[in-house]
């Protein structure tokens, strides 16, 4: 059983570019979240697609948007980077329905140069 | 009132001992209070969670303690191994029907299990 899975593991951008994140969710699970881990800290809720909508959002500006694919998966991306987002993101899926177990991915470590 | 308290920053625990993490929330809508473990470079990875209508939940050498009238819950880690040593995130969310989960976060605890 697949848990969640992310790509790439690491990416390096310089200030201004865009990026794009690709999550896969664990087998079964259909709800996407995103969250930001900064160095240290806590994850932050950027999102959370369910039927390929934007469902519930963080305190997150508008260069963080995202999608969500028929076959559950999701992308997040985020435009003209600043330093500040560098940070480990990560990508938890869940069932439909009550929302109790969430399972994360391993994350993507962006550096923003 | 969303936020969640979460203390000590940092534990240091001899093998075999116990180790006791701490945190607070505000919101009482929260039904849902998930430990996650995390190791370095990893993902975090759920670790025990219990809803509000239990007082303690125990699965191996992990228990949740959960006081609602305080607005506390905590992890107690028996037992205490070196391969336990991670950071440790303690969270709340509203969970239930119509709710999307979102997970709110405490600061972390850094644990380290000395052999």
């Known amino acids: 059983d697949a848990g969640v899975t992310q790509s790439p593991t690491h990416l390096i951008k310089t200030r201004g570019q865009q990026v794009t994140l690709r999550c896969s969710p664990k087998?079964?699970?259909?709800?996407v979240s995103w969250y930001q881990q900064a160095l240290g800290q806590g994850p932050q809720f950027i999102f959370q697609?369910?039927?390929?909508?934007?469902?519930q959002r963080g305190n997150f500006p508008d260069r963080f948007s995202g999608h969500q694919f028929p076959n559950y998966s999701s992308e997040l991306n985020v435009n003209a980077l600043l330093l500040g987002d560098s940070a480990l993101y990560l990508c938890?899926?869940?069932?439909?329905?009550?929302?109790?177990?969430?399972?994360f991915g391993p994350g993507t470590r962006l550096t923003v140069t | 009132q969303q936020q969640v308290k979460q203390s000590p920053q940092s534990l240091i625990v001899q093998k075999g001992g116990i180790s006791i993490i701490n945190c607070a929330y505000e919101?009482?809508?929260?039904?849902?209070f998930p430990w996650y473990q995390q190791f370095p470079g990893k993902g975090p990875a759920l670790l025990i969670a219990?809803?509000?209508?239990?007082s303690e939940k125990k699965e191996g050498r992990f228990t949740i303690s959960f006081n609602k009238s305080a607005k506390q819950f905590s992890l107690h880690i028996m037992d205490s191994q070196p391969g336990d040593s991670a950071t440790y995130f303690c969270?709340?969310?509203?969970?239930?029907?119509?709710?999307?989960?979102?997970?709110?976060f405490g600061q972390g605890t850094t644990l380290q299990v000395k052999p």
């Open positions: 938890a899926s869940r069932r439909r329905g009550p929302a109790y177990e969430q399972y």
């Open positions: 919101n009482t809508a929260f039904d849902y």
């Open positions: 087998s079964g699970h259909d709800t």
């Open positions: 697609y369910y039927e390929e909508e934007e469902r």
């Open positions: 969270a709340a969310s509203r969970s239930g029907s119509g709710n999307t989960g979102k997970l709110i």
């Open positions: 219990i809803r509000p209508d239990v």
